[in-house]
């Protein structure tokens, strides 16, 4: 049984609480990259990001990227929508192809 | 390309030959494997990127909702709202083989039955713009839930792919002309010695009836001499 984590500054992710996902709620990155290796050993399969927390702690996110689990997907948070989600899907087909064919 | 550092013998030229076969079936089994892993790749990326497209959209209006229900409530009578869930997410994980490359298929499952049983607060002292962000959020769930399973998915099958589309490009470019090479080197050699071989009988048998001849043509004379 595995369970749902959301990350980032308190405001953006405090509405996900209510839906049943476990919150933690930071926004500095030192303590983000020692919450993300607890609860990624903890149980936890998804866990959400804020773009702005997430750019934050790259390289440590990068560490999960061929692993199974978990699967750690960035959202856009109360600051707004930074299109950092929509540029790692353009860079998994670079990875995949070479260059980024979809549109 | 460089010939690969063997001694021109008839074993290792089938030892090789063997290998080249073999080199030929698996790169044709690989490039096939990459071009079914990229054919369903580019479906899963076009989905992806709908996907996150929705749940961005999604997700800002939700934290419009949330920016308009902090600024009517006092922040501790949000945090007394939201304090204390009622639901609890959980998931169940499979796991999907697509090429050999192991993919999760998320299946969420809420503590209660009823999934409109979202909201931890009374409806009296809370604004509306509160549960309309909660809303909203419940609304797009199953959407990020789905975003993340294909997301994940497509970062391992990108991965996956790039590993295979190395291991065809070395077969093609490297190990295949490699082999080739010297195959042909090896068989050239053998062809080679053979014919040094031939000419240097060629070569013993002549001398052997050159002497043979002088031999027959002295004893003639000495035949000769005597009568």
Same mark, same amino acid.
């Given at each position: 049984?595995?369970?749902?984590?959301?990350?980032?500054?308190?405001?953006?992710?405090?509405?996900?609480? !209510?839906?049943?996902?476990?919150?933690?709620?930071?926004?500095?990155?030192?303590?983000?990259?020692?919450?993300?290796?607890?609860?990624?050993?903890?149980?936890?399969?998804?866990?959400?990001?804020?773009?702005s %927390?997430?750019? +934050?702690?790259? @390289?440590?996110?990068?560490?999960?990227?061929?692993?199974? +689990?978990?699967?750690?997907?960035?959202?856009?948070?109360?600051?707004?929508?930074?299109?950092?989600?929509?540029?790692?899907?353009?860079?998994?087909? #670079?990875?995949?192809?070479? !260059?980024?064919?979809?549109? | 390309?460089?010939?690969?550092?063997?001694?021109?013998?008839?074993m290792?030229?089938?030892?090789?030959?063997?290998?080249?076969?073999?080199?030929?079936?698996?790169?044709k089994?690989?490039?096939?494997?990459?071009?079914?892993?990229?054919r369903?790749?580019?479906?899963?990326?076009?989905?992806?990127k709908? +996907?996150?497209?929705?749940?961005?959209e999604?997700?800002?209006?939700?934290?419009?909702?949330?920016?308009?229900?902090?600024?009517?409530? /006092?922040?501790?009578?949000?945090?007394?709202?939201?304090?204390?869930? *009622?639901?609890?997410? /959980?998931?169940?994980?499979?796991?999907?083989?697509?090429?050999?490359?192991?993919?999760?298929?998320?299946?969420?499952?809420?503590?209660?039955?009823?999934?409109?049983?979202?909201? &931890?607060?009374?409806?009296?002292?809370?604004?509306?713009?509160?549960?309309?962000?909660?809303?909203?959020?419940?609304?797009?769930?199953?959407?990020? %839930?789905?975003?993340?399973?294909?997301?994940?998915?497509?970062?391992?099958?990108?991965?996956?792919?790039?590993?295979?589309?190395?291991?065809?490009?070395?077969?093609?470019?490297?190990?295949?002309?490699?082999?080739?090479? @010297?195959?042909?080197?090896? *068989?050239?050699?053998?062809?080679?010695? #053979?014919? /040094?071989?031939?000419?240097?009988?060629?070569?013993?048998? /002549?001398?052997? %009836?050159?002497?043979?001849r002088?031999?027959?043509?002295?004893?003639?004379?000495?035949?000769? &001499?005597?009568?």
């Amino acid at each position: 049984m595995y369970k749902i984590a959301a990350m980032g500054d308190r405001n953006s992710i405090y509405g996900l609480a !209510s839906l049943g996902i476990s919150i933690f709620p930071t926004d500095d990155s030192a303590e983000a990259v020692k919450t993300l290796r607890r609860i990624s050993e903890s149980g936890y399969a998804v866990i959400f990001i804020t773009e702005s %927390l997430a750019s +934050l702690i790259q @390289t440590e996110i990068e560490k999960y990227k061929d692993e199974p +689990l978990p699967a750690i997907i960035p959202i856009p948070g109360v600051s707004g929508n930074t299109g950092m989600g929509m540029k790692q899907v353009s860079r998994f087909v #670079e990875r995949a192809v070479g !260059s980024d064919i979809v549109n | 390309m460089a010939v690969m550092n063997v001694n021109p013998t008839r074993m290792e030229l089938t030892n090789l030959k063997r290998k080249l076969t073999t080199a030929r079936r698996g790169h044709k089994l690989l490039k096939d494997k990459r071009d079914e892993l990229m054919r369903r790749f580019l479906e899963l990326v076009r989905e992806n990127k709908e +996907l996150r497209r929705r749940v961005e959209e999604g997700i800002s209006e939700a934290n419009r909702h949330m920016s308009v229900a902090r600024s009517v409530m /006092s922040d501790s009578a949000l945090d007394v709202a939201l304090m204390m869930p *009622t639901q609890e997410m /959980s998931l169940e994980i499979e796991e999907k083989n697509v090429m050999s490359v192991m993919l999760p298929v998320f299946d969420a499952k809420l503590k209660s039955a009823d999934e409109n049983d979202i909201y &931890s607060y009374g409806f009296a002292f809370t604004s509306m713009d509160l549960d309309q962000a909660v809303k909203a959020l419940s609304d797009i769930m199953p959407l990020m %839930l789905r975003l993340a399973e294909v997301e994940k998915s497509c970062q391992l099958m990108s991965a996956e792919i790039e590993k295979t589309r190395r291991r065809v490009n070395a077969l093609e470019h490297v190990m295949i002309p490699r082999y080739e090479e @010297t195959i042909k080197y090896i *068989t050239m050699k053998l062809d080679e010695n #053979e014919r /040094s071989s031939t000419t240097r009988l060629m070569k013993v048998k /002549s001398m052997m %009836l050159e002497d043979a001849r002088q031999k027959a043509i002295a004893h003639d004379r000495e035949v000769a &001499s005597r009568q």
